[in-house]
Antibody, heavy 120, light 110 residues
């Protein structure tokens, strides 16, 4: 079964840092780009970041550029999101999502999400 | 990058058809055929319904269809069923390159 399981979400103070993880299973991790998408409570979806299958290229939403870093570890079938200089507006459920292909910008598998709350 | 524009809510009766529009710009919806639609039930992760404007992934009902004209994409759901009640989001690749979502449309089946 194809599965994505996120972890690492906690309550953190403004200005703090956090690293989210996503464990992938049931598919060949190396073959697909991966994304992070977030959803603030009661709000819509917001794409956050993308990393290509080989980790060689990354893209970010303007709202997180310069503060967040996406990475992947093929040996662990894992995706990460390093989040620095956190703001209250970063509070959201963070989903890990598998690209439908090599790089299609479509998400065919989603995790259940991990909740990040930025508050003092 | 501004969010794509969707109506906040639409409704329809069982068996009817409804259409949800999604309006962007020439830098996203109008410039590329990389438009997709997602369905999200409360408390659940989104599900891919449509990609490349009008293609359905395996397993998605043919009651769901997509189209595009200029800067506006549309999702049509025919033969409405109670289980279609959910939030629907469009998304598009952009020239940045990034991905932008619509604000979401809540579908109520009367």
């Amino acid at each position: 079964e194809v599965q994505l399981v996120e972890s690492g979400g906690v309550v953190v103070e403004p200005g703090g840092s956090l690293r989210l993880s996503c464990a992938a299973s049931g598919f060949t991790f190396d073959d697909f780009a991966m994304h992070w998408v977030r959803q603030a409570p009661g709000k819509g979806l917001e794409w956050v970041s993308l990393i290509t299958w080989d980790g060689g290229t990354t893209y970010y939403a303007d709202s997180v550029k310069g503060r967040f870093t996406i990475s992947r570890d093929t040996s662990k079938n894992s995706l990460y999101l390093q989040m620095n200089s956190l703001r209250s507006e970063d509070s959201a459920l963070y989903y890990c999502a598998k690209d439908k292909g090599w790089l299609t910008w479509y998400f065919d598998v989603w995790g259940r999400g991990t909740l990040v709350t930025v508050s003092s | 990058q501004s969010a794509l524009t969707q109506p906040a809510a639409v409704s329809g009766s069982p068996g009817q058809s409804i259409t949800i529009p999604c309006t962007g710009t020439s830098s996203d919806v109008g410039g590329y055929n990389y438009v997709s639609w997602y369905q999200q039930h409360p408390g659940k992760a989104p599900k891919l319904l449509i990609y490349d404007v009008n293609n359905r992934p395996s397993g998605v009902s043919n009651r769901f269809s997509g189209s595009k004209s200029g800067n506006t994409a549309s999702l049509t759901i025919s033969g409405l069923q109670a289980e279609d009640e959910a939030e629907y989001y469009c998304s598009s690749y952009t020239s940045s390159p990034t991905l932008v979502f619509g604000g979401g449309t809540k579908l109520t089946v009367l």
